[in-house]
């Protein structure tokens, strides 16, 4: 017997037959009623409700037969369901070709008469038949077929209702699991979000349901309590403009994440209007089907942050325009890498052209012979020993060989990110201040050796003329020469100063480089001024021998200055005190007075060449601004280091640290 052929869309017909869940469920009522109807309507023994399953037909009813499913192959049904339009009818299976060799024709069932009407659904897939059969010839009259159309209709109603009435079920059970998971997901989402330490609220349903926030969200709104239960726009209605519940409401039906970074945000706080920004998240709830039950409100102030970060970017714009302006370069060194980067005023400093890389070795390379090694070495022990660098040196231009000066000043930042830090600064052109500032020193050792001479010859004619005047015993004349010597050894000792610096400045001061102890010049300082300064009272305090290279006079010079000016800048009587220690590996020097002190602004700029601090009494004092700055140079040429500790209305204790003789 030839099996039937599957239909042309056997999977989706089995699909179908499957969606039903009818296959090997228990035989019910309703569906008894309809075969007994049919076997008794179409005068059979026999009436089946028949499922065709992928191998086997399967009976949901049967009337008059104990057999609960055959193989589909030798299934009638399996041929009816081909045709789903119409009857199958077979008046006599012994004389079809179909099925006269079928066991269940030549078997004990003795099957001679089959008609069946294909159980199609509403998807026109033909799920099996409604049948009936009997070992006698039949043939159905035209009520009959009628009938059993109707009865397979009605087969299909059921199968439909009873699949309703399972759906039903089913949404009802789940239904009611669903409201006690969720039950439970609220209680579990409530209970983490009362405890993070982030502002937080759960929301339900359309209309973004304020289930339940923390005190930082409430806190964050201004709210308390009272909102739960509200809908986000009734109860925040400060928000509107943001239409956070529009937003929210996406993230409910299409269950995607939504995040903001640094929102700005304008509203009335606790009645006052504040701006704020918030890094912000709306995440969905979802079950374990995917279906979303709540959203997530996460929110975290990050005002402060931004407008810290917002000031920094002002003042950093700020300085910017001031460094434009000023037509400073900037300039930046990798304490770990040395890798170097340049504003493009810094390249154009150094004769580079602005799409040029410059390295730090370029950068080196373009100072002068002069300067170079000190400015390296300045700069590596600034890096090392974290401490400011501030230095002026010439360079040359790479491509145009020009002549400038500059002044480079830098400082050490770290970053704080576990990045390397960075030496950081700003340099300038004084190319104009260095010129002018030559121009001065000509000026200055030109008429400094031009009235060294003739000063020199007055002094003699001062002293002749002061020798005859006691011999004569004319004391007028001889005070009076006495007090011009005065006048001209200040004016000597001024001329000196200027010689000194045009030295400095042109890098012609000489050092004698002799092993003393400081000691000797403290003692040297205390003779000289015993006779020179009356009316002070001065104390030295001297220390163990402690023994240095240089040159005894230019330090001894040095420290008479201090003392100098520590009696010039102090009342009547003047108190000062000189002590000498070991400091380390190096002699540290204090002059120590209680004069007028001075202001803190001045003291950055107090060694600087011809700087003189301003205030009503320092005008009454002559002077011109180069002693200090002598000391400095003469103090740094011995590799020391020098400074100053004042307090106005208190006084000074102006100091000096040279390196021991080793």
Request: contains cysteine; negative net charge.
């Amino acid at each position: 017997m030839p099996a039937a052929p599957t239909t042309p869309n056997e999977s989706k017909r089995l699909a179908a037959l499957r969606s039903y869940n009818i296959l090997d469920t228990a035989t019910e009522e309703d569906f008894d009623e309809l075969t007994e109807l049919a076997s008794a309507i179409c005068s059979t023994p026999i009436a089946l409700i028949s499922f065709v399953d992928k191998d086997r037909q399967w009976f949901k009813s049967r009337h008059g037969l104990d057999v609960s499913e055959t193989d589909r192959a030798l299934s009638f049904c399996a041929h009816a369901i081909n045709s789903p339009t119409e009857i199958l009818e077979v008046e006599n299976a012994k004389e079809d070709k179909r099925f006269m060799d079928n066991v269940l024709v030549t078997g004990p069932m003795d099957i001679t008469f089959y008609a069946g009407v294909p159980l199609v659904d509403v998807s026109g897939a033909a799920l099996g038949s409604l049948c009936v059969i009997d070992s006698v010839q039949h043939k159905l009259n035209t009520i009959q077929r009628k009938a059993l159309k109707t009865l397979a209709r009605q087969v299909i109603d059921k199968l439909e209702l009873r699949r309703k009435v399972v759906e039903l079920d089913n949404t009802r059970t789940r239904i009611q699991r669903l409201n006690e998971l969720l039950v439970a997901k609220e209680r579990e989402a409530t209970q983490i979000i009362e405890h993070t330490p982030t502002a937080m609220a759960l929301h339900i349903g359309e209309d973004m349901e304020i289930r339940f926030a923390n005190k930082m969200m409430l806190g964050a709104w201004g709210k308390d309590e009272r909102v739960f239960g509200m809908n986000f726009k009734d109860a925040l209605p400060e928000l509107d403009k943001l239409d956070f519940p529009t937003t929210m409401r996406q993230v409910y039906r299409k269950g995607i994440h939504y995040e903001q970074k640094e929102a700005h945000m304008l509203y009335m706080h606790y009645g006052k209007l504040k701006e704020f920004y918030y890094n912000y998240a709306f995440t969905p709830l979802k079950l374990s089907d995917g279906s979303v039950w709540g959203v997530l409100n996460t929110a975290v102030d990050v005002t402060d942050i931004v407008k810290s970060r917002i000031a920094v970017e002002r003042a950093e714009e700020q300085l910017r325009l001031a460094v434009q302006s000023a037509q400073l370069g900037t300039w930046s060194i990798n304490a770990d890498t040395y890798e170097f980067d340049a504003s493009e005023r810094t390249k154009e400093l150094f004769g580079f052209l602005p799409d040029e890389v410059i390295t730090y070795e370029a950068a080196v390379n373009q100072i002068t012979e002069e300067y170079r090694d000190k400015v390296k070495k300045t700069v590596e022990a600034a890096i090392k020993e974290n401490r400011g660098f501030d230095m002026e040196y010439a360079i040359t231009g790479l491509h145009n060989g020009k002549l400038r000066w500059v002044r480079a000043t830098g400082k050490l930042y770290s970053s704080g990110d576990g990045k390397a830090a960075q030496f950081s600064g700003t340099l300038s052109d004084i190319t104009e201040r260095k010129q002018d500032e030559q121009r001065k020193n000509d000026f200055i050792g030109m008429v400094s050796h031009e009235l060294k001479t003739p000063l020199t010859s007055m002094k003699g004619y001062l002293q002749i003329i002061g020798q005859r005047a006691n011999k004569l015993g004319d004391v007028p004349i001889a005070d009076f020469t006495k007090k011009t010597q005065r006048q001209a050894d200040k004016m000597q000792a001024l001329v000196t100063g200027f010689l000194d610096v045009a030295r400095i400045t042109e890098g012609k001061i000489h050092l004698n480089n002799d092993v003393f102890d400081i000691n000797d010049v403290m003692r040297a300082a205390e003779d000289e001024l015993r006779v020179n300064c009356k009316g002070a009272h001065i104390t030295f305090r001297l220390c163990d021998s402690l023994l240095i290279n240089g040159d005894k006079d230019k330090m001894e010079q040095v420290l008479i200055n201090f003392i100098n000016n520590a009696i010039k800048y102090s009342a009547d009587e003047p108190e000062v005190t000189i002590t000498c220690s070991k400091d380390g590996d190096n002699a540290l020097v204090i002059v120590s007075d209680r004069g007028i002190g001075i202001p803190a602004a001045d003291i950055p700029y107090i060694f600087d060449r011809f700087y003189r601090v301003e205030n009503t009494h320092v005008k009454m004092i002559s002077g011109f601004g180069i002693g200090l700055y002598s000391c400095k140079e003469i103090i740094e040429h011995h590799g020391g280091t020098i400074g100053v500790k004042s307090e106005p209305g208190k006084g000074s204790d102006f100091w000096f640290s040279v390196p021991l003789s080793k």
